[in-house]
């Protein structure tokens, strides 16, 4: 029989019921009780999904993150989270978001939130120093794995965070050595397994995705200490890694006294055959062969030509899982009422690839006949899709093949065209400017949701946006801003906006999934070759343009975030989707040139997060990154000033990449870390000019005038004043008006200091 299990549902529910309730709970509108009850509902109705599977994730449900979870687990909150009483849950919430519904004063600094890998979930990163001792806490999933055997769930799974893993993950407050504290995490595991074991779990699921980045010799160790300590206990371990190979890693698992290993063959499939020679006979291969990460139909058929010969050599030892847990894809495909069916067609969320599995196990089991209708509807499906015309347009096709080099060149290094563009836009020493947005009031958002529901009508949709601008301008003149922005009021999501203009991608309404807590994300969908059919965002910024005497700079999203912060297509690499979209962007920044503006902003604040797992591949996806930036900003004249922005911080092992853009300016987030990027410039003579962020906005605070002279002056000790600018940390559309303009005086009034002292 061939073993199909799941690594993990996604818990938001299938219309966000988690999300609600969090949200509720949070207000006070509800009780903790409610809380519970709603996640409890959603946990049995996930196992009842899950109805046919050999092994189902218990303790992979979370009230906000599953890493916050197995430090609850391992006796491991900070101390600050006890401080203002209550539960559990109260120090549990209070590490997630600073406080808990009890705290009606300041609460306490929330735990740090970090990317998990090479997603978009953000986790809170356990925190550790040089006494940090652990405290076995296993009551949450011994009362889950209890809640699943009381619904008659056949086999439990419970899911935990490996120890390696979970040091990995974590940071040192003291700049201690978190490995030295393996040997007190250890008995806490055993005791845990131990501990599941008892309560009837057969397998234990222990996640360890570190595996798959780059281990130096300490971690490695740890991982052989760690394995063969946890070996004496009962349970049998199914060590799981997900999101790309074992690389060197791999020869760490031939007499790694595990059970089982899982294997992401989506990003791993040169590995699948390298594993199953390197591990004993004894051991069970579990392969994760349906994406966990996209939301494209499976191509069962291909599949089963693959795994027939597996199965026959390996027999009950290979199991069947998605690639990673299912929590980054949305639930239910079925609640879809409004999408395009024909592209419906090609689609597979959690529920329908739970389906995929079970049809792979019945035709590896009995033979691809016993479900003929299915494996028949799969492969028209997948050749509808392979040859629709919707998805391939030969065009595009053409004209990314044609490409050069050349067009991601300036007609001049920087070193020439800056005087003309300091020429053209007057350029004083220190100019100040903004990311672009500003504080998206009310009325923005209803005049923007009345014309999409067809409330309004499109004059008076433009009417109400360029009222905005205006007003906008008006501000910004006051302010005595030198480089002016238009707002982008029209804008509700820096990538949506560009995805709803651009033919090649296509709108869900349900394709959520978690991005931390309560917050969820629903990525575009982009399904085929991407191009513009007119101009996106020229009438804004030219109507802008039209109103001042002073440089607008005209606003777009690069095409690397675009591409990062969408499902993307699984039938072409993401570097010729990366360079359509491109392309696209291009003809957006020539019609703005065409059109008189004279600087030109492309955000590029996803960059950094598509960065491979390991490092020995950064090279290869910064070479067709920085490529599709250049093709999309380069082609314009010498006297037109390119902008680029990033954010979230460490740059520092990537400027050599961020200077190859070439882009004329470069703002950036600096004001959080106190000027800390600025030290790579200690080693790298950044050679354009660049603005660190000075007001951090993510916070109502106000910077005093003081505070960013102090910055600036930092940032002067590594920069000359002649190519530095005077900025905010990032766009303002989540701030109010009154403490933007507050703090944007003082911005202004601290370049006004620092022209009058280095003039
Ligand atoms: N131009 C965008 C804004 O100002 C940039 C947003 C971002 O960097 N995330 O909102
Ligand atoms: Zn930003």
Wanted: overall charge negative; glycine content about 6%.
């Amino acid at each position: 029989m061939t073993v199909i299990h799941n690594l993990g549902f996604p818990r938001i529910g299938a219309k966000r019921e988690l999300k609600f309730a969090q949200e509720a709970y949070w207000k006070g509108e509800t009780t903790a009780a409610e809380l519970q009850d709603v996640a409890k509902a959603l946990r049995d109705r996930h196992w009842q999904n899950q109805a046919g599977f050999d092994f189902v994730p218990v303790g992979d449900f979370t009230l906000y993150d599953h890493v916050l979870d197995m430090s609850v687990t391992l006796g491991n909150l900070p101390k600050r989270a006890y401080e203002g009483g209550g539960d559990e849950l109260d120090a549990f919430f209070r590490t997630a978001r600073g406080r808990s519904p009890l705290d009606k004063g300041a609460g306490v600094a929330a735990g740090e939130m970090t990317k998990w890998f090479n997603s978009n979930y953000h986790y809170i990163v356990p925190e550790f120093d040089a006494n940090t001792s652990f405290k076995l806490n296993p009551q949450r999933l011994l009362e889950q794995i209890k809640e699943a055997q009381a619904l008659g769930v056949k086999s439990v799974k419970p899911v935990i965070i490996g120890p390696v893993t979970y040091l990995w993950l974590g940071k040192s407050k003291d700049d201690s050595d978190r490995l030295a504290l393996l040997e007190r995490l250890l008995p806490v595991y055993k005791q845990l397994l131990n501990e599941l074991a008892q309560a009837g779990a057969e397998w234990v699921q222990i996640d360890e995705p570190c595996l798959v980045t780059t281990l130096d010799k300490d971690w490695r160790q740890a991982v052989k200490t760690a394995y063969h300590e946890l070996n004496r206990t009962t349970p049998k371990i199914l060590l799981t890694t997900y999101f790309s190979d074992f690389g060197d890693n791999l020869n760490l698992l031939h007499d790694l006294p595990v059970d089982g290993i899982h294997l992401d063959t989506i990003n791993a499939a040169g590995e699948i055959h390298k594993l199953i020679d390197l591990l004993p006979a004894t051991k069970v291969i579990s392969l994760g062969v349906v994406d966990g990460r996209n939301i494209w139909k499976t191509d069962l058929n291909r599949l089963l030509d693959t795994l027939e010969p597996i199965r026959a050599r390996l027999g009950d030892r290979l199991w069947l899982a998605p690639s990673s847990s299912l929590l980054h894809v949305p639930v239910d495909l079925d609640q879809e009422d409004s999408l395009d069916p024909e592209i419906k067609n090609w689609l597979a969320y959690a529920l329908q690839k739970l389906e995929e599995l079970r049809v792979l196990k019945k035709a590896l089991d009995s033979g691809r006949d016993s479900v003929k209708a299915e494996l028949d509807a799969n492969a028209a499906a997948l050749k509808a899709r392979r040859e629709s015309t919707r998805v391939h347009n030969p065009a595009v096709k053409a004209r990314t093949a044609a490409v050069t080099k050349e067009m991601g060149d300036r007609k001049s290094p920087y070193a020439a065209r800056a005087p003309k563009q300091h020429a053209a836009i007057k350029q004083p020493l220190f100019p100040t400017t903004t990311i672009g947005s500003f504080p998206q009031t009310a009325e923005i958002r209803k005049s923007r949701s009345d014309y999409k529901k067809g409330a309004i009508s499109e004059a008076q949709y433009i009417a109400d946006m360029q009222a905005d601008i205006r007003e906008c301008v008006k501000i910004q003149e006051e302010l005595d801003i030198d480089v002016l922005v238009h707002g982008e009021a029209e804008r509700n999501d820096m990538v949506e906006y560009f995805g709803e203009q651009l033919d090649g991608y296509v709108f869900t309404r349900f394709a959520w999934v978690q991005s931390y807590g309560s917050r969820c994300v629903k990525p575009p969908v982009i399904f085929g070759d991407i191009s513009r059919p007119k101009a996106m965002t020229v009438k804004w910024s030219e109507y802008a343009q039209s109103l001042t005497q002073r440089p607008m700079k005209a606003m777009l999203t690069g095409p690397v975030t675009i591409l990062n912060w969408s499902f993307v297509r699984d039938d072409q690499p993401r570097a010729d989707t990366c360079l359509q979209i491109a392309l696209a962007i291009r003809d957006e920044v020539l019609d703005l040139e065409k059109a008189g503006l004279g600087v030109i902003q492309i955000d590029e604040p996803a960059l950094r997060e598509g960065l491979p797992l390991k490092k020995e591949q950064w090279q290869a996806y910064l070479d067709w990154t920085v490529h599709a930036f250049r093709v999309c900003a380069n082609g314009v004249e010498d006297q037109t000033q390119i902008h680029t922005h990033m954010c979230y911080s460490e740059f520092n092992d990537i400027m050599q990449a961020i200077a190859d853009l070439d882009a004329d300016v470069i703002t950036i987030e600096t004001s959080r870390s106190d000027m800390e990027l600025l030290k790579a410039f200690d080693d790298f003579n950044y050679p354009n000019e660049i603005g660190p962020g000075v007001y951090d906005i993510h916070s109502p605070n106000v910077p005093s005038v003081e505070s960013m002279v102090d910055l600036m002056e930092k940032a002067l000790k590594q920069i000359p004043k002649e190519r530095l600018w005077v900025n905010p940390d990032c766009g303002l559309k989540t701030r109010a008006w009154p403490e933007t303009k507050a703090a944007l005086a003082n911005m202004v009034e601290a370049a006004k200091i620092l022209r009058k002292k280095y003039a």
